[in-house]
């Protein structure tokens, strides 16, 4: 691999992990549980035998993935790892069905072999490699030097709309930070900021957990105090020396842009055609959810299309458009090293490119392969490299320093999405029990047995309880019901223990169950939450 300082671009491709904390154990079969298998299956296995290729043909990769708190506490977790491991006996029992069932339909039966050994290969993956842990195979890529591997916040809160309660922004950093190093045996150095949502300020308590850097929407960075001299082709520094990747839009919108980006090309794999609603209920009963409540088994046939009417998808015509898309990738970085090189005589141009992990392989199904491809075609390139925040870092200590503005990467750019009528009724009983949290913490300073647990607990309620996962689902219409249900849930059982804790009667038996069904962030101390 070319040394950073001899290339003229370097990109840096930072795929955040993050699903909300859903786990049911009182249910069989529960719906939202499926976000978690779905995304192991299409994205994080295989990613990782992505990697396991690459190391094989000797590619030296670069890349940085940040794993949110929530979701490196499901991949841990036995409960989950086990229905998991239900969730892709029934697959495989589905795949073998499916052979038979389309072994007429040439087209069909390539894709229903596909899926035969797709299943069957994490299967044995997950068991035999990764032991049920996939978080162990992510470590071992860190340990190479091919992964950076960053956090995220503690419940994947969005941070600006807490910024007059500093002690719950130092709640979830803090938090976040030691699930991480519980996890995996290390301690990040850098955040991805929930939705890259910053707030001036915000950079304080990166600094206090010594985190090095994170990562900003591109205009705010260019919208700060003092004009970014690079554009958004190098980092820059807040005033404390946090340092601050801001993305680089052109490059995000080839992938990311649902109107010009590479996953909407026709030949691709089409997400909404599924055979869970496509064939008869008596089909796929034993594959869908309870009382005939159809879903997507991950069974799709067909190619985007371009048309009402679906063509058959073909994944050798999807493998040449990946070569394509991956070399209009690198054209495109490299004309615009041509437009901007004239300020860069001191170091290459950065390319920031965040994106949510999950796009690679679940929504886009080529997008794995789309990674590897990428990876190898910039180690033979004579003017691109890889490199990490970390590896600029080392090599560039010194960025321009400036004031950031509050900002994010979602619709429109601020923090409108996670706050507006759809959801807007949530943050008065959020505000409230995080007043009534600090005030816990006021008057049980030191304590210890049952009310040190319930104390613990009230802490793990109110972090579930700010997740932005529940605006944002009320926001875009999606599992409405079940978002509303989560956020009073949690506020409800903070209630009962705050009661409970009032009235010097705390329930063990009621208290325990509690701890059993949210039972992430065990090394939690409630008083992350005192007063600042």
Not at 188 to 194: A, H, M, S
Request: proline residues 5%; aromatic residues 14%.
């Amino acid at each position: 691999m070319k040394a950073i300082q001899d290339s003229k671009g370097l990109l840096s491709f930072i795929l955040h992990a993050h699903l909300p904390f859903v786990r049911h154990p009182e249910y069989e079969k529960f719906l939202e549980e499926k976000w978690l298998f779905e995304a192991i299956s299409e994205t994080y296995l295989p990613l990782l035998r992505t990697f396991k290729k690459l190391e094989n043909d000797g590619i030296d990769f670069k890349l940085t993935i940040s794993f949110s708190p929530t979701l490196t506490e499901m991949l841990v977790d036995p409960f989950l790892q086990d229905r998991y491991l239900d969730h892709l006996k029934s697959l495989i029992e589905l795949s073998e069905k499916e052979l038979i069932r389309t072994k007429d339909s040439p087209e069909e039966f390539v894709m229903a072999t596909l899926y035969h050994d797709l299943y069957k290969t994490n299967y044995e993956d997950y068991t035999e490699i990764y032991n049920k842990d996939i978080t162990q195979g992510f470590k071992y890529y860190f340990n190479k030097g091919n992964l950076l591997l960053i956090t995220s916040a503690a419940t994947h809160a969005f941070l600006p709309h807490f910024s007059n309660y500093p002690e719950v922004i130092r709640a979830q950093i803090i938090t976040a930070v030691d699930s991480f190093r519980r996890v995996f045996s290390i301690r990040p150095e850098g955040i991805w900021l929930p939705e890259c949502g910053y707030f001036p300020g915000l950079e304080s308590f990166l600094k206090e957990a010594d985190l090095k850097f994170f990562i900003s929407s591109a205009h705010g960075v260019m919208y700060a105090d003092d004009i970014p001299e690079k554009g958004v082709f190098a980092p820059v520094q807040c005033k404390n020396g946090v340092t601050v990747f801001p993305r680089e839009k052109e490059s995000c919108k080839d992938i990311w842009s649902p109107v010009d980006g590479y996953p909407g090309d026709i030949v691709y794999r089409e997400f909404y055609r599924d055979i869970g609603f496509d064939l008869p209920i008596e089909y796929v009963r034993p594959y869908i959810q309870p009382d005939d409540v159809r879903v997507n088994t991950g069974f799709k046939y067909y190619a985007i299309s371009g048309s009402e009417e679906k063509n058959y998808y073909k994944p050798k015509t999807a493998e040449k458009k990946i070569d394509e898309h991956v070399g209009n990738f690198l054209y495109n970085r490299e004309n615009m090293i041509k437009k901007v090189e004239t300020i860069f005589t001191d170091r290459p141009v950065l390319f920031t490119c965040p994106y949510d992990a999950e796009l690679f392989g679940h929504w886009w199904f080529e997008g794995p392969k789309f990674i590897e491809k990428l990876l190898v075609a910039v180690d033979k390139s004579e003017n691109i490299t890889f490199c990490t925040p970390m590896d600029y870092i080392n090599t560039f200590p010194e960025n321009q320093s400036v004031n950031l503005n509050y900002s994010s990467w979602g619709d429109e750019g601020y923090g409108q999405v996670w706050l507006d009528g759809s959801n807007d009724w949530i943050y008065r009983h959020l505000f409230k029990i995080i007043e009534m949290m600090i005030e816990l913490t006021e008057r049980y300073p030191d304590v210890t047995g049952l009310k040190r647990r319930a104390l613990d607990q009230a802490a793990r309620e109110v972090l579930l309880a700010l997740a932005s996962d529940w605006p944002l689902i009320m926001k875009s219409g999606t599992t409405v019901p079940y978002a509303i249900k989560r956020v009073k849930t949690h506020i409800l059982n903070f209630h009962k223990i705050y009661d409970s804790l009032c009235e010097n009667l705390v329930k063990t038996e009621w208290l325990t169950k509690l701890e059993k069904k949210n039972n992430l962030f065990k090394d939690i101390n409630y008083l992350v939450f005192q007063k600042i």
